[in-house]
């Protein structure tokens, strides 16, 4: 069992920064942080959930949805459970609910389904 927390998310001007934290419970005896893929997804009103950035645990190596490209960056400290996503050059359609997910492989995955474990979620709200 994996348990997430989410935290960081508030409101923003559009240009501005938010840095988004996710803080992971790994209840397992055979896995740790590093055995999962972690990622953030979004679903703005009336919209469905997006893949916004993902992380492998082991290689570190780095994805991202088409619009993220350039104005977000995922990282995370093995060390410490966490993954960050840093968000800069905020738009007014960043504005959504942003939830850490994760997945127990070392395969990238942008499908919300094939993620078993999810946080509650954390409100961004961008304003022009």
């Known amino acids: 069992q994996v348990q997430l927390a989410e935290s960081g998310g508030g409101s923003a001007q559009a240009g501005g920064s938010l840095r988004l934290s996710c803080v992971a419970s790994v209840r397992t005896t055979d896995s740790t942080f590093s055995n999962y893929v972690m990622t953030w997804f979004r679903q703005g009103p009336g919209k469905e959930r997006e893949f916004v950035a993902g992380i492998l645990g082991n290689s570190g190596r780095a994805y991202y949805g088409d619009s993220m490209e350039g104005r977000f960056t995922i990282s995370r400290d093995n060390t410490k459970n966490m993954v960050d996503l840093q968000m800069n050059a905020l738009k007014p359609e960043d504005t959504a609910i942003y939830y850490c997910?994760?997945?127990?492989?070392?395969?990238?995955?942008?499908?919300?389904?094939?993620?078993?474990?999810w946080g509650q979620g954390t409100q961004v709200t961008v304003s022009s």
């Open positions: 997910a994760a997945r127990r492989s070392q395969r990238m995955a942008t499908t919300r389904d094939l993620y078993d474990y």
